[in-house]
DNA sequence: TCATTATTGTCTCAATTTGTAACAATAATA
DNA sequence: TATTATTGTTACAAATTGAGACAATAATGA
């Protein structure tokens, strides 16, 4: 249980993790004991921490993963978010019966997105929750606070910095194919693109390096496996 | 003086208010009285306050201005950022000897940034500081705290969003010149465009609206006068 | 009154980029 | 060996962009 003196009061910080399977954006999602409610995983920040690496310890501890493309994207602070008897009602699932406890108070919430491989992850249930679990952007079950903002924020801002090129190969593992990236563009703008329009474009920023072809099997040409010429990871800060 | 229980410890936010005038961006910023000391305009959140309405708040306080554009766009919390002798320096110099006093634990700042016409502007100086004035981009003093990464973040983000069209009618009159419009893309920008593509591109946006020339006494053509469609205002939140 | 000056609005044309389709190449299968 | 389902490349029209030419003015001043 996170102790009061150990962290900033008022603080909080929640992280929308997203992967990619097939077709699909997936989120993690965290379930509190007994209780039935659903919330992004989050975290406090210690009172000699720097706000990202706060963030970015709370994405290690959850998904055991390093090295992490994470981004900040907005802070939410609306009164409105500020709900105790839904604290209370964790708190007290957990055995801690407290109505002066110091997490029934308000708090900010700096909110962040993670892209990440999610074949690569084991998510880990911290000491509140009982389970850590991967959901499909388009069935996510009803969420807590304003966490449900926050994911469709979080959407928005990946779509509008998908031509920043740092997010596909976030997504995806270190070769992949033409269609699979095109499949992560469709994913995240929600809409259909040209295939071969798309494949020159890809081609023609040079960002990619062509490897040997992927013989699966099919009854077709077998595609190439590409890589990104440069990962480039931490854009926190 | 800002008062403890009537604000949320720990959290503060920053303004970064960006007027334009003829060729280049202004900000504004506050001198603390007897210190020398310059710093962005900011204040506190109060404890049953939107995070976005107090940063509105304050900046109507010290502008006058009510409906203005305003947009969050990052939330800084390094540790570094935590100089308690500088705020220490700033309270001694307005009479309050308090080395328990709450402005010196640790802040989280919420950053906005803020586009208005800075001509309707008449800046107020707050409680603690005895100058608000407004200063060219390119000969900021140095700023307490983080703030000059503050600025440096605003000026890339406004870049990365101009293409939203929402900027150049924030810091434009309600008529302006299509001279009056490349100039404000211009400086945001850092750099020259082409006018007769810049010309072309505005008119084919259908986003302007024509209106009587503008005979300004020169010895040469008169330019038309333009006005957006639509003021868009609000952005927060 | 009339040429001069500085700037504006429009037009033109080439260069580049984009949308769309055609087509050949090729792994596996029957 | 023909068939099938893709993939990689090429081709070409459509649309957009870059850069300049040029005519249309407001004021000025000879």
Redesign the interface.
């Given at each position: 249980m996170p102790d009061r003196s150990t962290f900033?009061?008022?603080?909080a910080y929640d992280s929308v993790i997203i992967g990619f399977s097939g077709d699909k954006l997936k989120i993690l999602l965290m379930e509190y004991h007994n209780t039935g409610l659903f919330a992004l995983p989050g975290g406090f920040?210690g009172?000699?921490?720097?706000?990202?690496d706060a963030a970015r310890r709370g994405l290690e501890e959850r998904t055991g993963l390093t090295h992490i493309y994470l981004e900040?994207f907005?802070?939410?602070?609306?009164?409105?978010r500020h709900q105790p008897e839904t604290m209370y009602t964790i708190l007290k699932a957990n055995g801690v019966d407290d109505r002066e406890h110091w997490l029934l108070g308000?708090f900010?919430s700096?909110a962040y997105y993670a892209l990440i491989n999610y074949k690569n992850v084991v998510p880990q249930p911290d000491a509140l929750s009982d389970s850590c679990t991967w959901y499909s952007i388009d069935e996510l079950p009803e969420l807590i606070f304003e966490h449900s903002a926050i994911v469709n924020k979080a959407i928005e801002t990946l779509r509008a910095n998908l031509d920043r090129k740092l997010v596909g190969m976030n997504l995806l593992p270190e070769k992949f194919t033409m269609k699979d990236l095109q499949q992560v563009y469709e994913a995240i703008l929600g809409k259909k693109l040209h295939r071969t329009a798309f494949q020159r474009e890809m081609l023609g920023s040079g960002m990619l390096i062509r490897h040997d072809k992927q013989y699966n099997g099919k009854a077709h040409k077998a595609p190439f496996l590409y890589s990104f010429r440069e990962r480039t990871l931490n854009q926190t800060?």
């Open positions: 900033l009061n008022h603080i920040v009172v000699n921490e720097d706000l990202n900040q907005y802070t939410f602070g609306n009164v409105s308000r900010i700096v800060g």
